[in-house]
């Protein structure tokens, strides 16, 4: 394998590592507080502060999840640029 091909190959693993740090940021948006979801309470009425400290929770593990992901997105891009790099300085055979 030339360095080129290799240069390419770099570049599609930084792509793909972008892609998936940009999955991870979507699919750990926050989850909205909803009544709906609250249910039945000791005392007959609707558990609100639960359902709250729920939310609160996932919400917690989610902002984690998306601080991780903009890790692999800065990884992701400085392993573009190497890719780029690598391509565009290896000489052309003729």
């Known amino acids: 394998m030339d360095i080129k091909k290799f240069g390419i190959v770099v570049l599609i693993l930084g ?3 972008c ?3 940009s999955f991870q940021i979507i699919t750990n948006q926050p989850k909205k507080f909803n ?3 609250s ?3 000791v ?4 558990d609100d502060f639960a359902n709250k400290l729920n939310v609160d929770r996932i919400n917690s593990v989610r902002s984690k999840n998306r ?3 903009v890790t692999i997105l800065i990884a992701g891009g400085v392993v573009i640029f ?3 790099g ?3 300085s290896a000489k052309k055979k003729d």
């Open 15 to 17: 792509v793909l590592v």
């Open 67 to 69: 601080g991780d992901a």
């Open 19 to 21: 892609s998936y740090g």
């Open 86 to 88: 690598i391509s565009f």
């Open 43 to 46: 005392f007959g009425g609707r």
């Open 82 to 84: 190497v890719g780029l």
């Open 39 to 41: 249910k039945q309470g």
């Open 35 to 37: 009544r709906a979801e």
